[in-house]
């Protein structure tokens, strides 16, 4: 027993000096973003790193901006948290610039339209938003996805805590369709030939940076992103992330 | 003082030793080695995305298991001085003890978590702020040791209930005999009462080490890379939910599985120990 | 005349509303054999474990060897002085036998394991089961466990030996084997108090025998006198249905 004991006790230190390493500051801005959002942000598995959209934008506004900076993958109630917080000196994440996110936290300017769009299975014979009315919708919870379907008088929401699950309820029959952001919803159709994108919500909302409200870092981000704006980075990555 | 072999062991068990408890203990090992066939094959066959998967999720699975252990044993410690607080005479050790133990197993382990890392660091900086203490305004919540942290808090209610339920099965002759020899409270305690009271309690104990390996997939929730982030991350990437799952579900099995085999392992063996 | 070994005075003790000890007197020299007789409820096993604080009483002093009992820090010094033998054995069965008689002993007098060890086998030789030292307790009889649980009160070197209906729970063969090594010990001078229904083993072996009923010591006289002159009404009776067998 007392070898297990030492053993035991070994672990804990052990485990406690690797993970009090993670909290040391290296000098580097640290950039939340949950990267489960394919094609905006998620893991290459094969390489063990976070790739998207949004990596790529933020790494070239960085260069521009002369910023040093690390990404830290975490989930998104905790990135959104930690922005307000200030545990992340910023955030980008596919995230919706809303009014009533602004009063935890800054944002840069928009850096890309996005629309929500209606999946249904192959066969189904919605066409458009007043076709939902009376059926069942699955969402993200939390996501604007959420809020487009849950405004549309008379139609059944459920929330689910990732989209991949309501996916796979329509695929089962479980729902009449799914509500979500478009990039995300291309890469489901086309690994799914029984899913088809049928319309999307007139209401778009725009992406943004978010920084903890009084950030000096706002500026800087702004001034890069005009440049890489005006550089046709952003038609760039559209094409390399969002034409299939 | 030599270790007997052929004596007799511990008299409540003499009837049970033999071919009946080796037959229960070889079809639990089956089952395991079900499960770990279940999950080659997966790999092997389809390795396209079973192979990946596993691959991938290699770190999760490590995250998992440290964060299983080291809140497992910190917990221990914190049940046992719970559990001691709950039997003590002194008011202020028993109100305390109590009320952990009411408060804390009366929230879902979900909520603490959620609790501690969301708003302890808000209420630390405010601390910081009204002491004027730097280091506490700049607090920055780390993940992995407020997930610890949660889990023991939690956890260690229960586990005060176990130890206090073991150590007054032990009958109080014992502490009795012990004092009036002369020994200390702790004395007693340490060298007769709990070691009579952890074969009472050595069976829950695996239950609970089993259920929080379940629950420390909860802490994907708070920012900790642990294997169910990394289903989720991996599940993504490639948009294939139902496969991950199952891999994910098999992995988590077979640690739990595993995990059984050595309490049970550990059970038996207390029970011949001095 | 050196002082009593143990001095009770004034000891009261009440569980709630009823009183156990209502004003207990007692004194007890060195190498007395006390014999407490007394009807259930009478406060006899109480009034034993009040003498090494197992109890604790409301009122009144308690004080063996010299030794103040009301002072809490002075309690863990007199338990080593005073051994008890309990109605139950209460061994500790996941410890073999020869395990508890040293346990004590390394903890408390700092014994080497090697000496414990010695000191656990000379009593063991004592109370005549030297060949069960790697037993375990739930492998003896009943006379067996409390011959061992005498020893290990023993290996403690006490001033004083309680016990607490020490046969009791014993079947009646193995009662006499227990009894033989109290006798044993009361010859070689040991202070012993005994909470007892073994009227034969008063007779020969006690220095003096003290009625008890209804927390209050009612008599107390030598042996011969106490059973053949009784002076009380409630001791004759309690005499009168016990000496029935």
């Not at chain 2, 990437?237 to 309490?263: G, K, S």
């Not at chain 3, 073999?96 to 004590?104: Q, R």
């Not at chain 3, 030996?161 to 010990?185: C, G, H, R």
Request: aromatic letters at 8%.
């Amino acid at each position: 027993m007392k070898k297990l004991f030492s053993f035991v006790i070994a672990m804990v230190l052990f485990g406690s000096l690797i993970f009090s390493a993670c909290g040391t500051d290296s000098g580097k801005i640290r950039v939340a973003t949950d990267a489960t959002w394919a094609p905006f942000e998620y893991v290459d598995t094969a390489a063990n790193q976070i790739v998207g959209f949004d990596i790529d934008l933020f790494t070239e506004i960085a260069e521009r901006a002369g910023i040093e900076f690390e990404f830290v993958n975490v989930e998104w109630d905790p990135l959104l948290a930690g922005v307000s917080q200030g545990t992340y000196d910023a955030a980008i994440s596919s995230i919706t610039i809303k009014e009533d996110r602004k009063t935890d936290m800054d944002f840069s300017d928009p850096y890309f339209i996005a629309k929500q769009v209606i999946v249904t299975k192959a066969d189904s014979a919605i066409a458009g938003v007043s076709d939902l009315v009376g059926k069942k919708v699955g969402v993200q919870s939390g996501t604007t996805g959420d809020d487009e379907a849950s405004a549309v008088d008379g139609v059944n929401v459920t929330g689910y805590d990732e989209i991949g699950m309501a996916f796979v309820a329509l695929r089962s029959g479980q729902l009449d369709a799914v509500v979500c952001d478009t990039p995300v919803a291309s890469g489901y159709v086309s690994k799914y030939s029984d899913l088809k994108s049928v319309a999307e919500f007139p209401t778009i909302e725009e992406y943004g940076i978010a920084f903890p409200k009084g950030s000096k870092l706002v500026d800087k981000i702004n001034d890069a992103l005009a440049e890489a704006i005006a550089d046709g980075v952003i038609d760039r990555l559209v094409q390399k992330w969002l034409v299939s | 003082m030599e270790k007997y072999k052929k004596d007799a062991p511990n008299r409540e068990l003499s009837f049970v030793t033999g071919g009946e408890v080796n037959l229960r203990q070889d079809a639990w090992w089956w089952l395991v080695v079900v499960v770990a066939a279940v999950i080659v094959l997966l790999v092997m066959l389809q390795p396209v995305p079973f192979k990946d998967i596993v691959v991938f999720a290699k770190s999760g699975i490590l995250v998992t298991i440290v964060v299983t252990v080291v809140s497992y044993f910190l917990m221990l410690i914190l049940g046992l001085a719970g559990g001691l607080g709950r039997l003590s005479k002194n008011k202020l050790f028993f109100g305390i003890s109590s009320l952990y133990v009411e408060v804390v197993r009366g929230i879902p382990l979900l909520v603490q978590l959620i609790g501690w890392y969301f708003a302890s660091p808000v209420i630390i900086q405010k601390l910081g702020l009204w002491l004027g203490i730097e280091a506490l305004i700049q607090y920055r919540v780390n993940p992995i040791v407020t997930a610890i942290v949660a889990i023991t808090v939690c956890y260690g209610a229960y586990m005060s209930e176990i130890v206090r339920s073991g150590i007054s099965s032990v009958p109080r002759g014992q502490m009795e005999a012990a004092r009036s020899l002369g020994m200390s409270y702790f004395q007693a305690m340490r060298y007769v009462v709990l070691p009579q009271a952890f074969r009472v309690i050595l069976p829950p104990m695996g239950n609970e080490f089993i259920a929080l390996l379940k629950d420390s997939s909860l802490v994907s929730v708070v920012a900790v890379a642990d294997l169910t982030r990394k289903g989720r991350e991996f599940m993504a990437a490639h948009f294939n939910p139902i496969e991950t799952w199952l891999m994910v579900a098999l992995l988590y099995l077979i640690m739990t599985l595993i995990a059984a085999r050595v309490v049970s392992y550990i059970e038996k063996r207390s029970k011949f120990e001095r | 005349m050196p002082e009593p070994i143990i001095i009770m005075e004034n000891v009261h003790k009440r569980f709630g509303k009823v009183e156990a000890l209502r004003g207990i007197d007692l004194k007890v020299n060195e190498g007395e054999v006390v014999v407490v007789v007394g009807p259930s409820g009478s406060g006899k096993s109480t009034m034993l474990r009040c003498i090494n604080r197992l109890e604790e009483y409301d009122e009144g002093s308690v004080i063996v060897d010299g030794i103040d009992l009301n002072n809490p820090h002075n309690i863990n010094t007199v338990r080593s002085e005073v051994g008890m033998v309990f109605q139950g054995f209460n061994l500790f069965p996941h410890l073999k036998v020869i395990d508890n008689l040293t346990l004590a002993q390394r903890l408390i007098r700092k014994r080497e394991k090697t000496e414990a060890y010695e000191i656990g086998m000379q009593l063991l030789h004592k109370v005549g089961i030297p060949e069960k030292e790697n037993a375990f307790p739930g492998q003896l009889s009943g006379g067996q466990q409390q011959r061992v649980a005498i020893a290990r009160a023993l290996a403690m070197n006490p001033k004083v030996m309680l016990f607490d209906e020490p046969t009791s729970a014993l079947d009646p063969e193995m009662i006499k084997e227990v009894l033989d090594v109290m006798a044993q010990l009361a010859k070689e001078g040991m202070t012993m108090i005994v909470v007892s229904h073994e009227m034969g083993f008063a007779k020969a072996a006690a220095d003096r025998i003290i009625f008890m009923d209804e927390g209050n010591i009612v008599e107390e006289n030598s042996p011969e006198l106490f059973f053949s002159a009784p002076k009380q009404q409630r001791t004759k009776n309690f005499l009168s249905k016990i000496l029935q067998m």
